[in-house]
């Protein structure tokens, strides 16, 4: 696809004085060692991890090279599970060759699902949005797809620009409110009359205390401090709701896979444990914080997560909500 093909979809960038796609490929240039906290105009460093420095978003885990490699790991992980990259009825639409349908990713992290999407679907253009730009370099990103930085002021698009409109593992980032007075209304706002939009969010709570006591007291503390920001940590069971009450869609469905974590699920269960405590381990500067204990005893609670996890036969769950805009 040559590049006059983006117009289709860059065109509506204008709209809120976007600059032009920010296609960036940072190396770490701190180590970590040796300070507690560090702050730039783009990045900010505590205990050496490096995260995004957007005060107005509650995003709290890091953009760094460690998390990009894991959010990099745990999109094929989700695609195996899924056997796919999605479950809206779009494929027929993706693969149409005159048209050039036009698609987005909100939040999109490292981009690696547009990447994955644009190989895929040679004649779709693929645009992923996040706050922060740590987006494929140019010499790995396909022609048909490209990365804007920040949508904290709304998503910077005309309205009914996009046939389907894609959002994942946002629900540590978005408060309950916004979900049921922006985040919907902005998604179906950019999205194509008779166009899709797809959500995937994982469940957060998946052990009982009597089976995984540190399991538990992890989750039900980022449930809490996730609270503190105005977050539902239960929201994935309530999207379909959401949705159905905007009355702005119709074929709303709602999908949902449970994955076994730990040694008892073979391989794949080892890498969704593996996932799992690293993005525990992203949390640690937060939640350690919130608990009241050392880094030391958070990492020590790590340990003991990762045997009951291996102890138990425990599901990790996630759910897909898909709907067309009405």
């Given at each position: 696809?040559?590049?006059?093909?983006?117009?289709?979809?860059?065109?509506?960038?204008?709209?809120?004085?976007?600059?032009?796609?920010?296609?960036?490929?940072?190396?770490?240039?701190?180590?970590?060692?040796?300070?507690?906290?560090?702050?730039?105009d783009?990045?900010?460093?505590?205990?050496?991890?490096?995260?995004?420095?957007?005060?107005?978003?509650?995003?709290?885990?890091?953009?760094?090279?460690?998390?990009?490699?894991?959010?990099e790991?745990?999109?094929?992980?989700?695609?195996?599970?899924?056997?796919?990259?999605?479950?809206?009825?779009?494929?027929e639409?993706?693969?149409?060759?005159?048209?050039?349908?036009?698609?987005?990713?909100?939040?999109?992290?490292?981009?690696?699902?547009?990447?994955?999407?644009?190989?895929?679907?040679?004649?779709?253009?693929?645009?992923?949005?996040?706050?922060?730009?740590?987006?494929p370099?140019?010499?790995?990103?396909?022609?048909?797809?490209?990365?804007?930085?920040?949508?904290?002021?709304?998503?910077?698009?005309?309205?009914?620009?996009?046939d389907f409109?894609?959002?994942?593992?946002?629900?540590?980032?978005?408060?309950?409110?916004q979900w049921?007075?922006?985040v919907?209304?902005?998604?179906?706002?950019?999205?194509?009359?008779?166009?899709?939009?797809e959500?995937?969010?994982?469940?957060?709570?998946?052990?009982?205390?009597?089976?995984?006591?540190?399991?538990?007291?992890?989750?039900?503390?980022?449930?809490?401090f996730?609270?503190?920001?105005?977050?539902?940590g239960?929201?994935?069971?309530?999207?379909?709701?959401i949705?159905?009450?905007?009355?702005?869609?119709?074929?709303?469905?709602?999908?949902?896979?449970?994955?076994?974590?730990?040694?008892?699920?073979?391989?794949?269960?080892?890498m969704?444990?593996?996932?799992?405590?690293?993005?525990?381990?992203?949390?640690?500067?937060?939640?350690?914080?919130?608990?009241?204990?050392?880094?030391?005893?958070?990492?020590?609670?790590?340990?003991n997560?990762?045997?009951?996890?291996?102890?138990?036969?425990?599901?990790?769950?996630?759910r897909?909500?898909?709907?067309?805009?009405?």
């Amino acid at each position: 696809m040559n590049n006059n093909n983006n117009s289709i979809c860059n065109k509506s960038v204008h709209k809120k004085n976007v600059q032009h796609p920010l296609l960036i490929n940072f190396g770490e240039n701190q180590d970590g060692d040796g300070f507690d906290e560090f702050i730039l105009d783009t990045f900010r460093f505590v205990g050496g991890r490096r995260y995004h420095n957007v005060s107005s978003s509650k995003y709290f885990l890091p953009n760094d090279l460690t998390e990009m490699d894991r959010l990099e790991k745990q999109h094929y992980l989700f695609r195996h599970i899924w056997r796919n990259n999605f479950s809206a009825p779009v494929r027929e639409k993706l693969s149409q060759k005159e048209n050039h349908p036009c698609v987005l990713d909100v939040g999109c992290g490292p981009g690696t699902w547009v990447t994955d999407m644009a190989f895929e679907y040679p004649s779709a253009i693929f645009i992923g949005v996040d706050i922060s730009p740590i987006f494929p370099s140019e010499q790995k990103k396909p022609d048909n797809a490209t990365f804007l930085q920040n949508m904290l002021d709304g998503l910077p698009f005309e309205d009914d620009t996009f046939d389907f409109v894609y959002q994942r593992s946002l629900a540590s980032a978005i408060s309950e409110d916004q979900w049921k007075n922006d985040v919907i209304y902005e998604l179906h706002r950019v999205t194509k009359p008779d166009g899709w939009i797809e959500l995937m969010e994982p469940e957060f709570l998946f052990s009982k205390e009597t089976d995984a006591p540190n399991c538990h007291k992890f989750s039900r503390a980022l449930l809490g401090f996730l609270a503190t920001l105005g977050i539902n940590g239960f929201i994935s069971s309530q999207l379909e709701n959401i949705l159905t009450s905007t009355k702005l869609f119709k074929n709303i469905h709602c999908e949902e896979r449970s994955t076994p974590i730990g040694q008892w699920g073979g391989r794949l269960g080892e890498m969704m444990c593996n996932d799992y405590i690293e993005s525990a381990e992203a949390c640690k500067p937060a939640l350690s914080q919130f608990i009241g204990i050392s880094h030391e005893k958070f990492d020590s609670m790590l340990e003991n997560i990762r045997m009951e996890i291996n102890q138990n036969r425990l599901y990790y769950k996630t759910r897909r909500f898909y709907a067309q805009k009405a």
